[in-house]
């Protein structure tokens, strides 16, 4: 949404014409414009890394951090995210795989979407870049009783964050036990639901649900027995209540009859 918002405001539109007709000073004053609404975007969400803005050769002319405007400008017109943005024509929006950065000494996705100028054409790519080691620590931290825990998948199949692995650890060719491959295709399917599986020796059981606007799911998993033992004691639990609930009952209506 933000990509999609960013994308059509006339600020960008306007920035380009200053540059196209070499307006120095105009270009300038947008530049300003665009940090400062670079800066608003990234001061309301703790993902993401950096916005950018790249010119249609795939050069970096803005670049904005949470510590304000960067100067490191670099062309990344090779570059999978940018020639993917551009294919698609501003009709969509470029997610690229999770990619290990040295700079930020963890996982990064480029979310890219193609700026049409006032004629139609291909004047450059607006990039959000996700920090997605903070979607990774929020897989780890669903917990459920002592031994239960959540993974993320995409639509190919390929695990993206887990608590144990790193993101594409599995995929559907090394999967270790079938039934958890038929479980990671109900997941890539979009279905949403439960199913019990075998993963490491151990039977578990997952519920899981499908992320349509991108395309992933999310598991949450506990071992069977952990889970018989959490259903036995709300059980437990619901029997003691009924009990003390009838006691209740026959008393109130003893006294009342008396």
């Known amino acids: 949404m933000d990509l999609e918002t960013i994308s059509r405001l006339p600020v960008l ?19 300003d414009n665009i940090v400062k609404l670079f800066m608003d975007f990234i001061s309301r969400t703790p993902y993401y890394y950096q916005i950018r803005y790249l010119d249609k050769k795939g050069r970096e002319l803005i670049k904005v951090a949470k510590k304000g405007a960067l100067t490191n400008l670099e062309n990344h017109g090779d570059r999978k995210f940018f020639k993917g943005a551009r294919r698609m024509e501003g009709k969509g929006i470029y ?5 290990h ?16 100028s006032g004629w139609r054409e291909f004047a450059g790519v607006v990039v959000i870049d996700l920090d997605y080691e903070k979607i990774i620590h929020i897989v780890k931290n669903i917990r459920l009783g002592d031994r239960g825990y959540a993974f993320l998948i995409y639509q ?21 036990d079938q039934s958890l491959k038929n479980l990671v295709l109900d997941m890539m399917a979009g279905d949403s639901g439960w199913k019990d599986y075998s993963f490491q020796g151990e039977k578990n059981v997952a519920a899981f649900a499908f992320i349509p606007i991108i395309g992933w799911s999310l598991a949450v998993t506990i071992p069977q027995v952990e889970f018989r033992k959490e259903a036995q004691a709300i059980k437990t639990r619901v029997l003691q209540v009924v009990f003390i609930t ?3 009952t026959v008393a109130g209506v003893t006294l009342l009859f008396y």
């Not at 997610?95 to 990619?99: A, E, G, Q, R, T």
């Not at 963890?106 to 049409?116: D, E, R």
């Not at 190919?156 to 270790?176: E, K, S, T, V």
């Open 246 to 248: 009838l006691i209740i």
């Open 101 to 116: 950065s040295p700079l930020r000494k963890g996982f990064v996705v480029h979310c890219a979407k193609s700026f049409q």
């Open 95 to 99: 997610i690229s795989d999770i990619l």
């Open 13 to 31: 539109e306007d920035y380009h014409i200053a540059r196209s007709f070499r307006l120095g000073a105009e270009a300038e004053f947008h530049n």
């Open 156 to 176: 190919f199949g390929r695990n993206i964050a887990h608590p144990l692995f790193p993101p594409y650890r599995y995929n559907l060719d090394n999967y270790p």
